[in-house]
């Protein structure tokens, strides 16, 4: 009997380390698609004319959580939720490596009923950025949040974090007071190619993968203007 509960434990552990390439492909597929859809998304927010905020002001900011489909029951049941990256300045004014981070609510969230969208998340202050290196956090009381300007003449906030959402081409009421942000270890993880956490990311620049190329240097030409 106890061979074959050996053999069969054997099996299972055979299967498990077979299993894990195929999980990590599918992890580095999905943070390299998420890459590129950021760009993307960064893209349609610079070319909005309701948005024309965000590039006169992009040379202000701190950071920039890039959230290319954010949708109702993403993640949490009656909320909304989303998977971005998050890229910081450094002294010289350039731009980090991404890191991987989800963004859920149940409470608040987008008020575009069941339809997805596209959210930027416009990082003012340091007390913003340095909310993104710890595990978890929620926007509204570890960092303040106000919808950004938008239109003709808009004026600023002096939160620590604007966020700005865009659906079907169109600028879209939202609400992020409450959502929890946390970093996505395993994106992360898949991405660089071995574990490592936000601050090594963004701040020491301990890793690179040139699949973030294109998606800095759009940020650092926006900047340089």
């Known amino acids: 009997m106890w061979k074959k509960t050996a053999i069969l434990m054997i099996l299972v552990m055979v299967a498990g380390s077979l299993a894990l390439p195929l999980w990590a492909a599918d992890d580095a597929a999905e943070a390299s698609k998420i890459v590129a859809e950021s760009r993307t998304t960064l893209s349609h927010f610079l070319s909005d004319p309701d948005m024309k905020w965000i590039k006169a002001h992009f040379g202000q900011a701190k950071g920039v959580l890039i959230v290319p489909t954010m949708g109702k029951g993403a993640f949490i049941v009656g909320g909304s939720g989303g998977v971005g990256v998050l890229l910081t300045r450094n002294a010289k004014g350039q731009w980090s490596e991404p890191a991987f981070y989800k963004m859920g609510s149940v409470s608040v969230g987008l008020q575009i009923g069941g ?16 909310s993104f290196l710890s595990n978890s956090f929620k926007l509204g009381a570890d960092a303040s949040v106000a919808a950004g300007p938008v239109g003709q003449g808009a004026s600023s906030s002096t939160s620590d974090i604007l966020a700005f959402a865009r659906s079907k081409g169109a600028y879209v009421g939202a609400s992020f007071d409450g959502s929890v942000v946390n970093p996505s270890e395993d994106l992360n993880k898949a991405f660089y190619g071995k574990a490592v956490t936000p601050v090594e990311i963004l701040v020491r620049g301990a890793v690179k993968n040139k699949e973030a190329d294109g998606l800095r240097s759009d940020l650092n030409k926006v900047t340089a203007k």
Do not use: P
Not at 116 to 128: D, H, I, P
């Open 115 to 130: 339809s997805a969208s596209e959210v930027l998340l416009f990082v003012q202050s340091q007390k913003g950025v340095d």
